[in-house]
């Protein structure tokens, strides 16, 4: 059995070749159609339109920590439950729409 050379002519392409443009019925050229879209979270929203403010709190991190080696630290199991019926809720009334 006789193997040949390999070609491998490919060169590498650039950005700027695989950007396609599309001529449109007017026969300007336009942007291709993006594939992929994107879809920010509401927590991204807030913060993107700056109702929330994003600060840390490092006293109230310190103050949780503290209560938690210290074994005073209470979970309100309430409230956690409450958050994630409202989030499932969220995500199932997401998909209907």
Do not use: W
């Amino acid at each position: 059995m006789k193997i040949g050379p390999i070609d491998n002519k490919s060169t590498p392409s650039t950005a700027a070749a695989e950007r396609q443009t599309v001529t449109g019925a007017n026969g300007k050229a336009t942007a291709a159609e993006p594939s992929a879209k994107v879809a920010l979270s509401a927590a991204a929203n807030l913060l993107a339109n700056g109702v929330a403010d994003g600060t840390f709190d490092g006293q109230k991190v310190e103050r949780l920590a503290q209560a938690i080696r210290d074994g005073t630290f209470k979970v309100d199991a309430g409230a956690i439950a409450d958050k994630l019926i409202a989030n499932a809720q969220d995500l199932l009334g997401r998909t209907q729409d």
